[in-house]
C-alpha cells in the first residue's frame, strides 16, 4: 500500500501562486510515476501532471507554463507549483502514485484550491 497525504491547498485571488506538497509512504517502488489530479464540482477528475522517477514530466494543456511539478526522492515527497492562478482552476486537487493511461492506483484524500476573480 502506499498513503499519500498532500497539504498547501487554500484560497487565492486570481493571479496569485500556490505551491501543494504530498508526503508519500509504504511501498516505495509503486511511486515511480507521481502525478496531480483536479476535480471541479459537477467535472469529471482530470490529470493536471506527471512526474516518473526520472524526473520526466508531463503537463495537461490547460497548466502547461503556469504549473511546475517536482519531487524530492528522497523525502518520498512531490509537489505542484502553481502560478497565475484562474478561477477556473478551483478544484479538489487530489497526489496519486502509480498513474497509468489516465489514472492511478493510490489517492491522497485531497486538497481544495480556491481561485477568486
Known amino acids: 500500500q502506499v498513503q499519500l497525504v498532500e497539504s498547501g491547498g487554500g484560497l487565492v485571488q486570481a493571479g496569485g501562486s500556490l505551491r501543494l506538497s504530498c508526503a508519500a509512504s509504504?511501498?516505495?517502488?509503486?511511486?515511480?510515476?507521481m502525478g496531480w489530479f483536479r476535480q471541479a464540482p459537477g467535472k469529471e477528475r482530470e490529470l493536471v501532471s506527471t512526474i516518473d522517477w526520472s524526473g520526466i514530466t508531463y503537463y495537461a494543456d490547460i497548466v502547461k507554463g503556469r504549473f511546475t511539478i517536482s519531487r524530492d526522492n528522497f523525502k518520498n515527497a512531490v509537489y505542484l507549483q502553481m502560478a497565475s492562478l484562474k478561477p477556473e482552476d478551483t478544484a479538489v486537487y487530489f497526489c496519486?502514485?502509480?498513474?497509468?493511461?489516465?489514472?492511478?492506483?493510490?489517492w491522497g484524500q485531497g486538497t481544495q484550491v480556491t481561485v477568486s476573480s
Open positions: 496519486a502514485a502509480d498513474v497509468r493511461r489516465g489514472t492511478a492506483s493510490y
Open positions: 509504504g511501498r516505495t517502488f509503486s511511486m515511480n510515476n
